[in-house]
């Protein structure tokens, strides 16, 4: 990809990125995007929620000069750039923003990234096979019939909008003594381990710790390294110069004895084509990415087509895909956890590619350009 500073330093275009808090300053993705930014004309400055005066209609944000970090207040301008859904703002935030004048670029595909997953494999064709089993159930009560419907001795729970691996748990099934009995893994606690010998005390365990929130039950993939632990691949796809696609594949492994390989949750990320290679070994890997490359090109113009909202076009995309080995003629099966449509770049790796391709992006459609 070209790197190519297309006006002077003197030309630079304010661009206002609203970010959920402070802490998103430091990540790696977005001290490079700023630092790359100036080279495309674009004076990129980080705002929260908290930084609004719509009083007088200015924004506190954090600049950067190409050497330091400083904050001042500016008119809020007419288009922010959102890296956080418009849902998570509340009705009255966005009712003054549209007062001020201003608009968020990005809206939601107004589905859980769950639902994503599961309308896009719906679809057909290449998508269908990528499908987890699983479904929306409203009672934690209703556990055993999640096991019959779903035809599994091993049930993975996650809530409906949840987000960072958060209420999620693991739920295993086995015979003991010639009785049934129950594991349940509890990601909020650690991963605890919670022996149970009947459903009903399982169903009350989830009555006092999940809120009574809808969960996705799910068929569990078995998505591990070959030292058990928890793994899946992020496939990041970016608009960048006119609008193109460009993505990276990134391989996200979790802490010893997850139950997910979310990073929040204190998993790493790594190099996926690296990491595949040591996992499957050179033949299975190059397989593997070229199956990955292909949902990546294909599936973006099929996320829009799935949106209930009309209106919405693609930004960038997070696909989280898990990898089961099986004894088919590839030797394994890919499937999709979920999509995200505000994904996070808690990760430093590929980060210059990714900041380029975005730079090119937002430099095309803040000089006058639609969002295509």
């Known amino acids: 990809m070209s790197h190519n500073p297309i006006c002077s330093q003197d030309e630079l275009v304010p661009v206002c990125y609203l970010i959920f808090?402070?802490?998103?300053?430091n990540m790696p993705y977005y001290q490079e995007l700023r630092l790359l930014g100036r080279s495309y004309g674009?004076?990129?400055?980080?705002?929260?929620?908290g930084d609004f005066n719509f009083t007088d209609c200015t924004v506190r944000g954090e600049f950067f000069d190409g050497n330091e970090t400083y904050r001042?207040?500016?008119?809020?301008?007419?288009?922010?750039?959102?890296?956080?859904?418009?849902?998570?703002?509340?009705?009255?935030?966005?009712?003054?923003?549209?007062?001020?004048g201003a608009c968020l670029l990005r809206v939601e595909i107004k589905l859980s990234k769950y639902q994503q997953a599961l309308k896009l494999a719906a679809e057909g064709g290449m998508f269908e096979?990528?499908?987890?089993?699983?479904?929306?159930?409203?009672?934690?009560?209703?556990?055993?019939?999640?096991?019959?419907?779903?035809?599994?001795?091993?049930?993975?729970?996650?809530?409906?909008?949840?987000?960072?691996?958060?209420?999620?748990?693991?739920?295993?099934?086995?015979?003991?003594?010639?009785?049934?009995?129950?594991?349940?893994?509890?990601?909020?606690?650690?991963?605890?381990?919670?022996?149970?010998?009947?459903?009903?005390?399982?169903?009350?365990?989830?009555?006092?710790?999940?809120?009574?929130?809808?969960?996705?039950?799910?068929?569990?993939?078995?998505?591990?390294?070959?030292?058990?632990d928890a793994f899946n691949i992020r496939v990041i796809i970016q608009r960048g110069s006119q609008g193109?696609?460009?993505?990276?594949?990134?391989?996200?492994?979790?802490?010893?004895?997850s139950i997910v390989a979310n990073l929040h949750a204190g998993g790493v990320a790594c190099d996926a084509e690296s990491f595949l290679r040591i996992e499957f070994g050179e033949a299975i890997s190059e397989s593997i990415i070229a199956d990955l490359t292909?949902?990546?090109?294909?599936?973006?113009?099929?996320?829009?087509?799935?949106?209930?909202?009309?209106?919405?076009?693609?930004?960038n995309l997070g696909l989280d895909m898990g990898i089961e080995r099986d004894d088919s003629e590839k030797g394994y099966k890919l499937k999709m956890f979920e999509i995200n449509a505000f994904p996070a770049h808690s990760g430093d790796l590929k980060k210059t590619h990714l900041a380029i391709a975005e730079c090119e992006y937002i430099n095309y459609i803040w000089r006058g350009n639609t969002l295509i």
Request: include cysteine; glycine fraction near 6%; hydrophobic fraction near 35%.
């Open 21 to 25: 808090s402070l802490d998103e300053y």
């Open 42 to 49: 674009l004076e990129i400055f980080y705002v929260c929620m």
């Open 72 to 100: 001042k207040s500016v008119p809020i301008p007419r288009l922010i750039n959102n890296a956080i859904p418009p849902s998570w703002l509340s009705q009255g935030f966005r009712a003054s923003l549209a007062a001020a």
């Open 129 to 228: 096979p990528l499908a987890i089993e699983s479904v929306v159930i409203g009672s934690l009560s209703k556990i055993d019939e999640a096991f019959e419907n779903l035809q599994t001795d091993t049930l993975f729970f996650k809530p409906l909008f949840g987000t960072h691996g958060n209420g999620a748990y693991k739920l295993e099934r086995y015979e003991k003594e010639g009785e049934r009995a129950y594991v349940l893994y509890d990601h909020d606690k650690g991963n605890t381990r919670a022996d149970f010998s009947n459903i009903e005390d399982i169903a009350e365990y989830f009555v006092a710790n999940t809120d009574n929130k809808k969960y996705v039950v799910q068929k569990a993939v078995n998505s591990y390294t070959s030292q058990g």
């Open 244 to 257: 193109k696609k460009e993505f990276s594949f990134w391989g996200r492994v979790g802490e010893k004895g």
């Open 294 to 315: 292909e949902i990546a090109l294909e599936s973006p113009e099929m996320v829009e087509e799935i949106s209930i909202n009309r209106n919405y076009r693609w930004y």
